[in-house]
């Protein structure tokens, strides 16, 4: 028998990182990956940027959110997790829509690293060119 929650489910992705977010109502805990957020992520300017759609939306201390974050760096993930607490805060409430789309925190950054091309050091450096 499938049971009923109050818990949203969504996901953020920034990069190559990927997080699952469920936020349910609470007193404003944020766990990742089993810790606490600012042990996870360690400092103040991470921990602001998750908080970001919650601020807009005046939600800052009514919700638990617990997230897996797989792959990329420290700030990968924090984006990756403010992208998942926005979308799951749309679909709490339909109606916070137009406020997270106009701060731009609903728009997946598409910006990834560029691969390497064989014959090259890099993605966009040359080897020094030689005309004799």
């Known amino acids: 028998m499938v049971t009923k ?28 990956n089993g810790k606490e957020a600012a042990v996870y992520f360690g400092g103040d300017a991470l ?12 939600m800052v201390g009514k919700f638990d959110i617990f997230a897996n974050i797989d792959g990329g760096g420290p700030c990968g993930q924090a984006g990756a997790m403010r992208h ?12 916070l829509r137009a406020v997270l ?16 091309k064989s ?7 040359r080897f020094q060119f030689s005309k004799r």
């Open 84 to 95: 998942g607490i926005a979308r799951a805060l749309v679909k709490y409430e339909e109606s």
């Open 101 to 116: 789309k106009n701060s731009g925190m609903l728009t997946r950054d598409a910006r990834v690293k560029e691969r390497k």
């Open 47 to 58: 921990l602001g940027f998750l908080n970001q759609p919650l601020a807009v939306t005046d």
């Open 119 to 125: 014959g090259q050091p890099g993605a966009r450096k």
């Open 5 to 32: 929650t109050t818990e949203i489910w969504a996901t953020g992705r920034r990069k190559c990182a990927v997080a699952r977010v469920r936020i349910k109502p609470g007193n404003g805990k944020i766990v990742v």
